[in-house]
């Protein structure tokens, strides 16, 4: 599956900063109610689809629809949710279960804190809490086979955040950095802790005796910490058979968690790119494994797409020093696919042989006239079999629907964006705001007084001087929200710099005003 969550991630755990972070830190920079009155958040961290069901995770709460987007439902502000976000979320076998999370100050810091499951057996209509996986004091000792395997024990829920889940027949599955790979049977009323490989060994079974502790950072039973507990992604190819991403690799159990292999940039032949595996999927189409692997503490390391059609003894890469973030498979013949890669910048498509990989072009969605403006994803999801749909979540933008007409990225997009709905014509604003014009664009929202009224805008200085004009005399539709976007860029094509601005929108002899903080 894939990496998840938060306004700001500082992981720590007693006082002691880990080495490795969560890879993003995931910023809300939007506001609420406009195409979609559903869709609570323009951040979109994760994104299941099958058939005309769609499930989407965002730091606003989850929003499901059941209609290929028709119609929403969204969790935000009811009993079950209220405030939290949603870091990862699946549909199994009419079960919809979801991660959350929110944040806490401690002594002056922000911190992330998880909060547990939620899950639906009546399509979301009614939710049952679990709360998140916490370990007693007294837990110190985990017994894998004919070991005592000494545990670090996880008391709190603060950085114990459960960043992706899997499920099967007879078990859930979650990923914690801090809390590592855990298992329940009984639908998270009760936890184990799964002990993986340290970083020093590439195969455990329980019936071999060790000697290592179970931890992700040094704490009383040594200096000692291990990368390969830090747990972030995992997928169940069915009830025996686990892939699970670390800090520290690969690691496969074919007994249902319970002996474990290792796969890392140094120990085989063809290896992954890096140990830093951020997000891993399975290929049902032809038995594939597909893993972000980014670059963890080798200096031979690299980001990119580790894939492996052998189980995991050997592994391809692609989109060499790409930051990839998840991927989906769209079904083209009988036992062939199409991959697609949701990454930093861009969504990308691969040909049959994944020797090459297109990037979606530019997003416009031609119904409601509104262009994605960033480019950078998080999320990607295929509803089924010979399905010419993808699903695209983004970093800000909102959640994208693409349907594929013809060859690569010929089709139609539908965009689901959420802004603050203007109450009347006389308002208008910008957002985000203040806004970094090296990092994204501002949008200009407001309303026009008739059909087809041409518009102008224009950025002006604290001394009202002309800085650009953003358009001239440009019909739009009347009586109806209108969005354009200025890049922070003067007529000259250069980053204005740090300071107030205001924009002007002229139309049919009316003049609003706004203003605009560049802040970088």
Not at 25 to 47: G, H, M, P, Q, R
Not at 81 to 99: D, L, M, P, Q, R
Not at 273 to 285: E, K, L, P, Q, R
Not at 478 to 488: A, L, T
Request: proline share 4%; glycine share 8%.
């Amino acid at each position: 599956m894939k990496n998840k969550l938060f306004v700001v991630f500082i992981l720590m755990l007693s006082g002691i900063i880990f080495a490795q972070l969560k890879p993003e830190s995931y910023k809300e920079t939007a506001l609420n109610n406009s195409f979609s009155d559903e869709i609570k958040s323009n951040t979109i961290i994760d994104v299941f689809a099958k058939d005309d069901t769609v499930i989407v995770a965002t730091n606003k709460g989850l929003s499901c629809s059941f209609d290929g987007g028709k119609n929403w439902k969204n969790s935000f502000g009811t009993p079950a949710f209220g405030s939290e976000s949603v870091s990862a979320v699946t549909f199994y076998k009419g079960i919809i279960w979801a991660t959350t999370s929110h944040s806490v100050e401690r002594d002056g810091s922000t911190l992330p804190e998880g909060s547990g499951l939620r899950y639906s057996t009546d399509f979301g209509n009614n939710w049952i809490s679990v709360a998140q996986s916490v370990d007693n004091p007294a837990d110190s000792i985990i017994v894998y086979g004919t070991n005592n395997i000494r545990a670090l024990p996880v008391t709190v829920a603060i950085n114990n955040i459960s960043y992706d889940i899997a499920v099967t027949d007879d078990a859930v599955w979650t990923t914690n950095f801090a809390g590592g790979l855990r298992k329940s049977t009984d639908k998270g009323q009760t936890w184990q802790r799964v002990v993986l490989p340290p970083d020093n060994l590439d195969y455990i079974h329980p019936d071999s005796t060790y000697t290592f502790s179970l931890q992700p950072v040094a704490g009383n039973f040594g200096k000692e910490s291990y990368l390969n507990h830090r747990v972030f992604s995992v997928v169940a190819v069915d009830d025996d058979t686990l892939f699970v991403g670390t800090a520290g690799g690969i690691n496969k159990s074919t007994d249902g968690g319970l002996s474990w292999r290792k796969y890392t940039h140094k120990n085989q032949a063809n290896p992954i790119s890096g140990n830093f595996v951020v997000s891993i999927d399975y290929n049902h189409f032809d038995k594939s494994i597909w893993a972000a692997a980014w670059k963890a503490e080798g200096e031979s390391e690299f980001y990119g797409i580790s894939s492996s059609h052998d189980g995991g003894k050997n592994w391809q890469t692609y989109l060499s020093g790409f930051k990839i973030h998840d991927f989906a498979f769209m079904n083209t013949e009988p036992d062939e696919s199409l991959v697609l890669a949701a990454a930093d910048d861009g969504l990308y498509i691969s040909e049959k042989t994944c020797d090459s990989w297109i990037s979606a072009p530019e997003i416009y969605d031609p119904g409601r006239e509104f262009q994605v403006l960033k480019n950078k994803f998080y999320s990607v999801a295929v509803p089924g079999i010979n399905s010419s749909t993808i699903w695209a979540g983004t970093a800000g933008e909102g959640l994208a629907k693409f349907t594929k007409t013809g060859n690569e990225w010929t089709g139609i997009w539908q965009s689901f964006f959420v802004s603050k709905k203007i109450e009347n014509k006389e308002d208008c604003y910008a957002f985000p705001n203040p806004f970094s014009p090296d990092e994204e664009s501002v949008r200009i929202k407001y309303v026009i007084p008739a059909e087809g009224a041409k518009v102008t805008i224009r950025i002006l200085d604290f001394g009202m001087n002309l800085v650009r004009t953003v358009i001239q005399n440009v019909a739009r539709a009347g009586e109806s929200e209108q969005i354009d976007f200025w890049d922070g860029k003067d007529d000259d094509g250069k980053i204005v710099p740090n300071g107030v601005y205001f924009f002007r929108i002229d139309s049919e002899g009316d003049a609003q005003y706004g203003k605009i903080i560049v802040l970088m």
